[in-house]
């Protein structure tokens, strides 16, 4: 059964080699995954992602990403967008060029000033890490949690699993509504492993195991502890 | 032949070949055979660039690959294009047992050394294509 | 891939691990083939190194005990001792990887293998090495602590 993913971000620099923008990606993704949040990000590899990567291409589906291109052209994030799903933070570092770009220096070798940008960049890029990490993530509708309207949630979707890596979905009744949840069988199987026996306290632990994977409303979380405690109760039931 | 060699690196940015292929390129398109060669990046290929398909479509092309999966070849093929010559880093570095590089971010010495050495064979085989008679 | 395989995936790397072969710690994988056995690398093994630029076995003939190194591989990250898993005699190497060495990586536990060995002790060493469901949580271990340096 495959595993459930870790909450990381995938970074994607286009790495064009036509003007100093490109390198700039470049170093600011790599000072990001190197330095600045090694234990959060992991890269993708364009080249290896366009060309039919599909390691890369199930991170990219399952997992939240920043592309990061020099120009309007934007390869990184429309090759995410065709391949995966859209990122979920698209960052040009043509459009925010304070200076000349020619104070950049060269593509092969960037000035002062260009070293400068990568790291400006490497920081912004940085900030969207933590800001995607930390609320919940909707990867199914691509955005924060915070920015769902509640009539939205009323609506509940059928979540189909397309990464290719076969995490599988389940769906429960919750408040009278039947709602998909992403991973459930696989959290169950690691909670049972780990001799977690449905309890309060292992109620908790699902809720917030299962947020990392799908949106949970804050005014319905108690709602869907119970359910999913319940559910989880008859799965050991099954089990023993 | 007169038509500019098109040089295509994977630019890979997860080993440091994939930095020795870019380094190599540049080295090639810049300082040895400006004249003769050009550059086009990967992503413009796949994401459908008119004007670079175009190119590809016309002219042909040397990959220059940072490991076995061989991105760059792949990608020139897939859009139609005509590989002349598919290069592998690797088998540079086993030319060059003494130049092992690190780095990704910023190459080291080992690294700037065999991107010249990857460089200067790519050159001989443009003066192939040149028709140009390469000496001993 | 069958069905049979076991596959751990951190990232956005999946190893691959094929029941039916034993393995030791380092990665090396054991086919039995009647009293003899096949050994390679596993695609942990291989993915760990990096690109193998260079291997090399030791010759047809060579005595091994259980732990004694039988093959080197140079990568550009790394250069590795493999030690082998059992005890025989080489009886085969794999020539292709002289000219080919990436096999390992392009198909570790295909045309990537490394050498044959005439078995002389396998009662007691197939004590010593682990099952695939064994040697995947083991990969599971070492994938999750690379992933944390």
């Known amino acids: ?240 | 032949m007169k038509e500019k060699v098109l040089v295509v690196p994977c630019s890979g940015i997860g080993k440091s070949l994939g930095s020795v292929a870019r380094e190599g390129a540049y080295v090639l398109a810049e300082d040895l055979c400006p004249q003769e060669t050009k550059l086009l990046p990967l992503a413009l290929i796949v994401l459908g660039q008119d004007e670079t398909r175009a190119e590809l479509s016309s002219a042909k092309a040397i990959t220059i690959d940072g490991c076995v999966r061989a991105c760059a070849a792949k990608v020139v093929e897939g859009a139609g294009g005509t590989v002349a010559h598919g290069l592998q880093v690797l088998d540079v570095c086993r030319r060059h047992p003494d130049l092992k590089p690190s780095g990704i971010s910023e190459l080291d010495e080992s690294g700037h050394k065999l991107a010249h050495a990857l460089a200067e064979e790519v050159k001989e085989l443009v003066d192939n294509m040149w028709g140009r008679v390469t000496h001993a | 891939m069958p069905e049979e395989d076991f596959k751990v995936t951190i990232d956005k790397f999946t190893f691959l691990i094929p029941k039916g072969l034993s393995y030791n710690e380092a990665g090396v994988w054991v086919k039995l083939e009647g009293n003899r056995a096949r050994l390679g690398l596993s695609d942990f093994a291989q993915q760990h190194s990096g690109d193998v630029a260079f291997a090399k076995v030791r010759p047809v003939g060579t005595k091994l005990e259980s732990g004694d190194e039988f093959a080197d591989i140079e990568t550009v990250k790394v250069n590795v001792s493999f030690p082998s898993p059992v005890k025989g005699t080489i009886v085969e190497i794999n020539l292709s990887l002289e000219g080919a060495a990436e096999l390992i990586n392009q198909d570790p536990y295909g045309k990537g293998w490394l050498a044959v060995l005439e078995l002389t002790d396998w009662e007691n060493d197939r004590t010593g090495v682990l099952d695939a469901k064994a040697y995947s949580a083991l990969v599971k271990d070492q994938a999750e602590a690379e992933m944390r340096k």
């Open chain 1, 1 to 240: 059964m495959p595993e459930l993913a870790k909450k990381k971000v995938g970074l994607i620099a286009c790495s064009g080699e036509e003007m100093p923008e490109g390198t700039i990606t470049r170093l600011a993704v790599r000072q990001v995954l190197e330095s600045l949040r090694p234990q959060l990000t992991v890269t993708i590899c364009l080249p290896l992602f366009l060309a039919g990567g599909e390691g890369d291409r199930a991170f990219a589906r399952s997992h939240p990403t920043i592309a990061v291109d020099g120009c309007e052209k934007r390869c990184a994030a429309r090759g995410t967008e065709m391949y995966s799903g859209k990122p979920a933070v698209s960052i040009v570092v043509s459009d925010r060029m304070p200076t000349d770009s020619s104070e950049l220096g060269s593509a092969r070798r960037l000035s002062g000033t260009g070293m400068q940008v990568a790291r400006d960049v490497a920081d912004q890029i940085a900030r969207h890490v933590d800001e995607l990490l930390q609320p919940e993530w909707d990867r199914r509708r691509e955005r924060p949690l915070e920015s769902i309207k509640p009539q939205e949630e009323s609506r509940p979707q059928q979540a189909t699993c397309s990464c290719g890596s076969g995490i599988p979905v389940e769906t429960l009744q919750v408040g009278g509504r039947e709602v998909a949840l992403i991973g459930l069988p696989l959290v169950f199987a690691q909670f049972r492993g780990e001799g977690k026996l449905p309890s309060n306290s292992t109620k908790t632990e699902l809720i917030e195991t299962l947020r990392i994977y799908n949106p949970i409303p804050h005014e319905d979380e108690a709602a869907y502890a119970e359910a999913i405690l319940q559910k989880y109760a008859a799965f050991c039931r099954r089990s023993n």
